[in-house]
C-alpha cells in the first residue's frame, strides 16, 4: 500500500504508538513516523475531529477525510441521519497543518472536551491516527488486546495477487 496524501487511491499507514507532550498553548509535536508518512503523501494538512466512539481527537490525511464526505454526501438529501452526521463529523471538524518542525495547534475545544493533560499518546490505526492522554490510551490498547485475545479474532488472508475490498 502506499501513502494518501495528494492522491485519493493511495493509502496511509499510521502504525505504533507513540507518545508526546502538549504544551500549555496545545501545541504537540507530530511523532516523527507519523510525519513521515504525510511527507511520503506529499501532504502536511490534516483534518481533527473528536471521535464519538473514544475519548479521544481523531487525525485524517485530506484524502482520507474526503472518503467519509462522500459517503456522508451519498446518502438522502435532508434526511436525520446525514444532517447528524454533517453536524458531528463535518461541522466539529478542523483543518489543521504541521508546520515545518512537525508540531501543530490542536484546537482548544477539542483538548479539553477529550480531557487531554500534559502527557499524550498517538496511537496508529493504519489510516488515521488519535491522540489519547496517555493513561487513557495505555488503558485502551491493553483492554483492546484482552478482546482480542478473549474473541480469539482472526483477519481473512487474501492472495498475493488481490487487494481486499475498499483498498486501492
Do not use: Y
Not at 32 to 48: C, G, I, K
Not at 118 to 136: M, Q, T
Amino acid at each position: 500500500m502506499a501513502a494518501v496524501g495528494a492522491t485519493a487511491g493511495a493509502m496511509t499507514q499510521f502504525v505504533g504508538t507513540h507518545f508526546g507532550k502538549l504544551d500549555r498553548k496545545g501545541r504537540i509535536s507530530v511523532p516523527a513516523p507519523f510525519r513521515a508518512e504525510l511527507e511520503a503523501s506529499a501532504t502536511s494538512h490534516l483534518v481533527f475531529r473528536i471521535s464519538h466512539q473514544h475519548p479521544c481527537i481523531e487525525a485524517r490525511s485530506r484524502a482520507v477525510f474526503q472518503q467519509m464526505l462522500e459517503s456522508i454526501l451519498a446518502m438522502a438529501h435532508f434526511s436525520e441521519d446525514r444532517d447528524d452526521l454533517e453536524a458531528g463529523i463535518i461541522a466539529d471538524s478542523a483543518q489543521l497543518r504541521i508546520d515545518g518542525e512537525g508540531r501543530l495547534v490542536l484546537p482548544e475545544e477539542m483538548v479539553a472536551e477529550v480531557g487531554l493533560t500534559e502527557n499524550v499518546a498517538f496511537l496508529g490505526k493504519g489510516d488515521r491516527f488519535e491522540i489519547w492522554d496517555a493513561e487513557a490510551a495505555k488503558k485502551h490498547v491493553a483492554e483492546a488486546k484482552a478482546r482480542v485475545r478473549e474473541k480469539r479474532l482472526t483477519l481473512a488472508a487474501f492472495p498475493l495477487n488481490t487487494t481486499p475490498r475498499g483498498v486501492s
